[in-house]
């Protein structure tokens, strides 16, 4: 679990989410852990995007609409931050998974 700028956010999620193969994912967290942005790769193509916190959502979006809806969700749900907490995923089962506190 690495604190990544949320300027080089956005990019750094492009890359890993290229390198990955289906049903992998990465979880964005907020510095408490009280918010999240999640992006599942579901196939070559095609994302599901889980947005918890302020708004729950959940979005299967195409490659070309990811940077955007991305963008949007990071904005709505770390509008403060500075960094933010990336978390690699290996498949959704994950996101029920309690995570230990430090």
Do not use: W
């Not at 992006?39 to 918890?52: G, M, N, P, S």
């Not at 500075?82 to 089962?93: E, F, G, N, T, W």
């Amino acid at each position: 679990m690495a604190l990544i700028p949320i300027e080089t956010l956005r990019r750094q999620v492009g890359r890993i989410l290229k390198k990955t193969l289906p049903p992998a994912g990465v979880k964005l967290l907020s510095f408490k852990r009280d918010r999240s942005v999640t992006v599942f790769r579901l196939a070559e193509t095609k994302y599901l995007l889980v947005e918890q916190g302020f708004s729950n959502q959940e979005c299967v979006v195409g490659a070309s609409g990811l940077p955007r809806l991305l963008k949007t969700m990071i904005k709505r749900e770390f509008p403060r931050s500075h960094k933010v907490r990336l978390v690699k995923i290996a498949s959704p089962d994950e996101l029920t998974k309690s995570r230990k506190r430090v």
